[in-house]
């Protein structure tokens, strides 16, 4: 399996503050790997796909980057409607998996 | 406007039987997978498994592997989630998502979640 790693857990941030997550591969997944946000009660919402591309609708202060095991998640100026958990997700393997989530709070 | 909508909440005893559904509209039904994912209380999100509704060809996480059965019914586009005996420790939301046909096969639309208690 294709273990997936996140950080960190959680991190307190300010309104308008760059905010950056990181997400790791187990083992090389080129650009397979997607971002979600859940915010609580509700169902996961696809941000970025393919790693890179925005999802639509998304806002562009949310972008992805990386490839092969190593990604990040960054979110350009926070917005109180940003404070949520985020997690990644490889669908580089048949058995999908996703990271462990980044809690984003408030300071 | 693709739509998934999930059955309702089940409160059920250790032992029995549940399935669950996921109906699903707005787009054609047999080419994209369909995913399911568990979220146990104040935990972190689990892919369960996927179904491809046109053959039936099914995977399932390790951890699902002979502890649930995904299945579907090309009829009525309608995914299903069930277990043959419930334990305490099947408490969780369950969510379905269709997965995408390009790109990274990311899970674009998602239902709007099923609780499921086993006390």
């Known amino acids: 399996d294709i273990q997936m790693t996140q950080s960190p857990s959680s991190l307190s941030a300010s309104i308008g503050d760059r905010v950056t997550i990181t997400c790791r591969a187990s083992q090389s997944i080129s650009t397979y790997l997607n971002w979600y946000q859940q915010k609580p009660g509700k169902a996961p919402k696809l941000l970025i796909y393919a790693a890179s591309s925005l999802q639509s609708e998304v806002p562009s202060r949310f972008s992805g980057s990386g490839s092969g095991t190593d990604f990040t998640l960054t979110i350009t100026s926070l917005q109180p409607e940003d404070f949520a958990t985020y997690y990644c997700q490889q669908s580089y393997s048949t058995l999908r998996t996703f990271g462990p989530g980044t809690k984003v709070d408030i300071k | 406007e693709v739509q998934l909508v999930q059955s309702g909440t089940e409160v059920k005893k250790p032992g029995e039987s549940l399935k669950i559904s996921c109906k699903t509209s707005g787009y054609t039904f047999t080419s994209h997978w369909i995913g399911w994912v568990r979220q146990m209380p104040g935990k972190g999100l689990e892919w369960m498994g996927i179904?491809?509704?046109?053959?039936?060809?099914?995977r399932y996480g390790p951890s699902f592997q002979g502890q649930v059965t995904i299945s579907a019914d090309k009829s009525i586009s309608t995914a299903y989630l069930q277990w043959s005996s419930l334990k305490a420790s099947d408490t969780a939301m369950y969510y379905c998502?269709?997965?995408?046909?390009?790109?990274?096969?990311?899970?674009?639309?998602w239902g709007q979640g099923t609780t499921v208690t086993v006390s």
């Open positions: 179904i491809y509704p046109d053959d039936s060809d099914t």
């Open positions: 998502a269709r997965q995408t046909i390009v790109g990274s096969y990311a899970m674009d639309v």
